[in-house]
């Protein structure tokens, strides 16, 4: 049957199309949409489906990877940094394997579109000893997720598979199965101490042999399944090139735009590579370029005299693929002379300002940073931030640091201790506190570092697109409850739309701290304004314009406040964009020094 | 047939909606379609460029001088992007109606100020989208699909709003042929 899907549409559905009964992952761009998309079939077709959301990658590895030691079909998935956070439990279950299936989905961003690193986790693959499956279209991806789960259920072990952003967020017709025969397994965990348990040295080094021996039988399976056929294709020509993943598209378009002709070998499963096998089949090519990306997983399995790319400085080793970088490395191998067809002419390079992310017009992360600047002014504090969409706020000059998740809460105990005549100010929101704020707080609470935290709380994952926290799902689970059952106060403050009140919150929250002897623990319960349950309960609808006589161009609201619809006019005024403005009332107070901005009243009747 | 079409704009300006309606107008007649989407990140109100690929293909992404059409829901996100159009490609944007629009040596052309008509309640802010498709399919002699596939796959995608969008549509192309 032909569907028009999303690579992480297509994921999803071969997940369920594989039998998967067990989801759980952790958000993050470009992987969030799978376990979405596996929520919606299982509501679709009214699946006995597990699809939840862990509180991070690491719990979310391991209740997928418990379901398939109990004989299930499970799947994790996350983007590539949360697998950093997972990778404890996975680096143990590639030496223990399953009976069952599970499939680890790890989503890779080259380019760095929407992360902090651009790591391959083809190469973590590599590192834990497991098998990886690298997709370059959303039909490769539906393919080898079906395929990927088979595999991991045959040989025992986890299987990855490692789309990139460019197959997680591409869009193509695809042929997927007809019917949806749901018949998962039945879970039933069987005792088996000495492989479940395995204790060092022995338990843990048998174990170690037998992932060798794995990786040797893999590599077999992998030629004899996938390569040699590929290779069998090979029509004699003078060059080779190795890809995998996006790399063969963009390969087979650059060939094709120039005109030029090489044997071209697809990889599907980029580790473990019969490297013996491979090598036979160099004799025949003057050299061999190898194409992939980010890292040179490939190529450093395969390197030899003849062997072309990132560590030959032949091709691009940081950045995205396109077909400019391919004709480039086709010319470094000199199968290319001619002219850059990927280049228009210099006249059509445009200076735009740049149009970087912002907080949305009326999100309550910006009014509370706007406080927080104005009680603790700069020179006199350290504004360490974590990642979410309160880290856009860097653009109000109020965060200092930005390192992973969770990082907020212990740089401010390193800060407090190695400056401490600041005042440190951590900011992190709700679902990052679950993620991994919970055991550097402890560890703040039990040494007494002294500093502020404050906790934005908007009970949403919103960077992410939205996705549930554990307190939204459950009112029981409380922000301020578990901060008081380690032991230490919780001051709460209901984010206002009259700045003033938040400032004297802050001011509030000052004076506390100054007697205080460990952190001093601050939660501002937000909301985020395109989360439809909540929003229409909190956002007042005063709508700004702007009066032009009082604006004196002081640039106070388009560098420190910074919302969106504020930008001068031909008379060098500020005025409000009434199609952006959420609203929210925010700027009305405090915000501009002469009181520029005023209600405007007519706004529902201009339409909007 | 092989076409390749980029849409610039920004995060909330409904690029993503045009991907998947020229997506099913592909589906429908059972042409091959490789696109790519923004999300995450830079769907925060920054700039958002999609790639449309209709044909035989095998990556989602357009490369500069390769696009044969280029549909601009902004005027600089348009100027930021046009180095992917070929110069015998099309340029639809939406600008101002100020002179101080730069000459461009694209051979199609079409400009116009969506963000006034908006503004004059002509149609509402979230149509824009839709309308700047209508632009697109009056000026650009080749695109790749009619007016009414596209009118078929903007009711495939959303039946509760078509009404509304095919009015916006129909609304772009009475307004390009009177310019
Ligand atoms: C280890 C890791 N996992 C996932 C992500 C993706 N990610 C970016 S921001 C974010 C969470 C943001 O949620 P929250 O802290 O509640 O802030 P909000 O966006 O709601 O303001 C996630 C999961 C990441 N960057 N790192
Ligand atoms: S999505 Fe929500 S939390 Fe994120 S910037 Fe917009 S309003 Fe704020
Ligand atoms: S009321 Fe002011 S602060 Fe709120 S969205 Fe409108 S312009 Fe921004």
């Known amino acids: ?175 997927m199965d007809r019917e949806t025969n749901f018949s998962p397994n039945k879970g039933k965990f069987e005792r088996n101490v000495a492989r479940w348990g395995a204790v060092p040295r022995d338990g843990r080094f048998a174990q170690g042999v037998e992932q060798l021996n794995r990786i040797e039988v893999i590599k077999e399976y992998n030629w004899d399944t996938l390569l040699k056929s590929e290779f069998d294709k090979c029509m004699g020509k003078d060059t080779l090139i190795i890809t995998s993943g996006t790399g063969y598209g963009f390969v087979k378009e650059t060939l094709n735009d120039l005109n030029l002709e090489a044997d071209v070998v697809k990889v599907l499963m980029p580790y473990p590579l019969p490297v013996t096998q491979i090598h036979k089949r160099f004799k025949a090519y003057s050299k061999v370029l190898v194409i992939e990306e980010p890292y040179p997983c490939i190529e450093e399995q395969i390197a030899c005299d003849k062997v072309y790319g990132k560590n030959t400085d032949t091709v691009h080793k940081i950045d995205e693929m396109s077909k400019e970088a391919i004709l480039n490395a086709l010319s470094n191998i000199n199968l290319y002379d001619g002219e850059n067809i ?179 623990v601050v939660v501002v319960r937000e909301f985020c304004i395109l989360d439809r349950e909540r929003a229409v309960d909190y956002v007042p609808g005063i709508f700004a314009q702007v009066d032009a006589d009082k604006c004196v161009a002081c640039d106070q609201c388009t560098t420190v406040y910074k919302c969106p619809p504020m930008a001068y006019n031909d008379d060098g005024k500020i005025e409000i964009d009434p199609f952006l403005c959420a609203g929210c009332g925010g700027c009305l107070d405090v915000v501009c020094p002469t009181d520029a901005f005023i209600q405007d009243f007519d706004y529902l009747k201009r339409g909007k | 047939m092989k076409y390749q079409i980029v849409i610039a704009g920004f995060g909330g300006q409904g690029v993503v909606f045009l991907v998947k309606v020229l997506a099913i107008c592909a589906g429908n007649r059972d042409i091959a379609f490789l696109g790519t989407e923004n999300h995450g990140m830079s769907q925060r109100g920054g700039s958002v460029s999609c790639d449309i690929k209709i044909g035989d293909f095998t990556n989602p992404v357009i490369d500069k001088n390769q696009a044969d059409l280029m549909i ?108």
């Not at chain 1, 740049?354 to 020179?379: E, M, N, Q, S, W």
């Not at chain 1, 992190?428 to 935290?453: E, V």
């Not at chain 1, 206002?496 to 506390?512: P, T, Y």
């Not at chain 2, 149609?123 to 078929?152: C, H, R, W």
């Open chain 1, 1 to 175: 049957m032909k569907q028009t899907l999303m690579g992480n549409d297509a994921i999803a559905w071969g997940l369920v199309h594989a039998n998967v009964d067990m989801v759980s992952g952790y958000p993050g761009t470009p992987s969030s949409e799978i376990l979405g998309v596996v929520q919606k079939i299982k509501h679709q077709l009214n699946l006995d489906i597990y699809a939840e959301w862990g509180t991070n990658e690491k719990v979310g590895f391991e209740v997928a990877y418990a379901g398939a030691i109990a004989g299930k079909r499970t799947c994790a998935t996350m983007k590539q940094v949360g697998l950093n956070v997972a990778s404890d439990a996975l680096m143990s279950a590639s030496y223990i394997g399953n009976l069952g299936a599970m499939l680890l989905i790890s989503a890779d961003d080259p380019g760095f579109h929407s992360s902090q690193t651009e790591q391959d986790s083809r190469v973590f693959a590599k590192f834990a000893r497991i098998p990886v499956l690298d997709p370059a279209t959303p039909q490769d991806a539906y393919d080898l997720t079906k395929y990927g789960v088979e595999l991991s259920e045959k040989l025992q072990i986890p299987v990855m598979l490692r789309p990139v952003m460019r197959v997680c967020h591409a869009r193509e017709i695809i042929e």
């Open chain 1, 342 to 520: 990927y280049k228009t002419p210099p006249s059509l390079n445009f200076d735009v300002e740049a149009r970087p992310p912002a907080l949305c017009p009326g999100c309550p992360h910006r009014d509370v940073y706007y406080a927080i600047t104005k009680v603790f002014k700069k020179k006199k504090a350290i504004y360490p931030s974590d990642i979410g969409c309160y880290t856009l706020a860097i653009a109000q000059g109020a965060i200092d640091t930005i390192l992973c998740m969770g990082a907020s809460v212990s740089m401010a105990s390193g800060f407090s201790l190695s400056d401490p005549d600041k005042t440190t100010v951590a900011t992190i929101g709700d679902g990052t506190f679950f993620h991994s704020g919970i055991p550097p707080l402890l560890n703040a609470i039990y040494q007494g570092h002294k500093f502020i935290l404050v906790i934005l709380d908007n009970s949403t994952i919103a960077m992410t697109g939205r996705q549930t926290t554990p307190s939204r799902s459950n009112r029981n689970i409380d922000i301020k409850k578990i901060v008081e059952g380690m032991g230490i106060d919780c001051i709460e403050h209901h984010y206002s739309h009259e700045m003033q009140d938040n400032i004297d919150f802050f001011k509030k929250v000052k004076e506390v701290h100054k007697s205080a002897t460990g952190p001093t």
């Open chain 2, 72 to 179: 601009a829901l902004e005027q600089n996100e348009g100027l930021r992007n046009v180095s992917y159009l070929k110069l015998d490609g099309t340029l639809v944007t939406n600008a101002k109606d100020k002179d101080d629009y730069p000459k461009l040596p694209f051979k199609g052309f079409a400009k116009i100020d969506a963000f006034k008509k908006a503004e004059a309640g002509e149609f509402p802010i979230q149509g824009l989208n839709v309308y700047m498709l209508g632009i697109a399919l009056a000026t650009d002699k080749n695109f790749p699909f009619s007016v009414k596939e596209v009118k078929d796959a903007i009711t495939q995608m959303n039946a509760k709003v078509a009404k509304q969008n095919i009015e916006i549509l129909d609304h772009a192309m009475r307004d390009i042929k009177e310019l």
